[in-house]
């Protein structure tokens, strides 16, 4: 089991900058690719990949719809993935995920990943 935990949600204006941050608890991500994914509240919404990263941190994959404002980054030394998101803007409301991937690389398939936390809910206003 790797209990990943994300933390860094939170309620911003449009035009606005968080945080997100995931860990997991005694188990080294270091050996995972990782991904954040989002899924939005509407009815019928399915999950939808945002950013993913390789073991290492030397390829990245991001979502057209938020290419040039979000930045996925990890730093094993702190054991910790993130991701910076910048400009946020009221289509981005949702819940975020952070997943692992036991493969080194960073894919945007959901079903590549193996473990999934609960989530940190991000809204944005206009």
């Known amino acids: 089991q790797l209990p990943l935990v994300e933390s860094g949600g939170g309620l911003v204006q449009a035009g606005d900058s968080l945080r997100l941050s995931c860990t997991a608890s005694?188990?080294?991500?270091?050996?995972?690719?990782m991904g954040w994914f989002r899924q939005a509240p509407a009815p019928g919404k399915e999950r939808e990949v945002v950013?993913?990263?390789?073991?290492?941190?030397?390829?990245?994959y991001y979502a057209d719809s938020v290419k040039g404002r979000f930045t996925v980054s990890r730093d094993d030394a702190k054991n910790t993935v993130d991701l910076q998101m910048n400009s946020l803007k009221p289509e981005d409301t949702a819940v975020y995920h952070c997943?692992?991937?036991?493969?080194?690389?960073?894919?945007?398939?959901?079903?590549?990943?193996?473990?999934w936390g609960q989530g940190t809910q991000v809204t944005v206003s206009s």
């Open positions: 997943a692992a991937d036991s493969t080194p690389w960073a894919t945007r398939a959901l079903d590549a990943y193996d473990y």
């Open positions: 950013a993913a990263i390789n073991r290492g941190g030397r390829t990245t």
């Open positions: 005694g188990r080294s991500l270091t050996y995972y690719a």
